[in-house]
């Protein structure tokens, strides 16, 4: 599977982003998907991810209550809704698909090319 995101972009803090993410490929549906994210100088971490079906969802604890992620099977697509968006937030957003672990990256098989999210105060 080939991942592409989108909708990244500058915004002031408080604010919100839509992430997306097209996946090619007739297996979509197949793949859990988990967005993970990588600010400038420190390592690459778990932001969000999401069942096969959609039916289960889990977050990082500095992004529940404002990051909503879900998908779309008929479009291959998953997204990222960021609200309330804070400085710290700044970082090179990517999605990834796999069959194994939701929070970690090795779960992950595919990686998309990221789409960077700047957060302004």
């Known amino acids: 599977v080939q991942l592409v995101e989108s909708g990244g972009g500058l915004v002031q803090a408080g604010g919100s982003l839509r992430l997306s993410c097209a996946a090619s490929?007739?297996?979509?549906?197949?793949?859990?998907m988990g967005w993970f994210r990588q600010a400038p100088g420190r390592e690459r971490e778990f932001v969000a991810s999401?069942?096969?079906?959609?039916?289960?969802?889990y977050y990082a604890d500095s992004v529940k209550g404002r990051f909503t992620i879900s998908r779309d099977n008929a479009k291959n697509t998953v997204y990222l809704q960021m609200n309330s968006l804070k400085p710290e937030d700044t970082a090179v957003y990517y999605c990834?698909?796999?069959?194994?672990?939701?929070?970690?990256?090795?779960?992950?098989?595919?990686w998309g090319q990221g789409t960077l999210v700047t957060v302004s105060s």
């Open positions: 990834a698909a796999g069959r194994g672990s939701y929070y970690d990256t090795r779960g992950y098989d595919a």
């Open positions: 490929g007739r297996t979509f549906s197949s793949y859990n």
């Open positions: 999401i069942s096969r079906g959609g039916g289960s969802t």
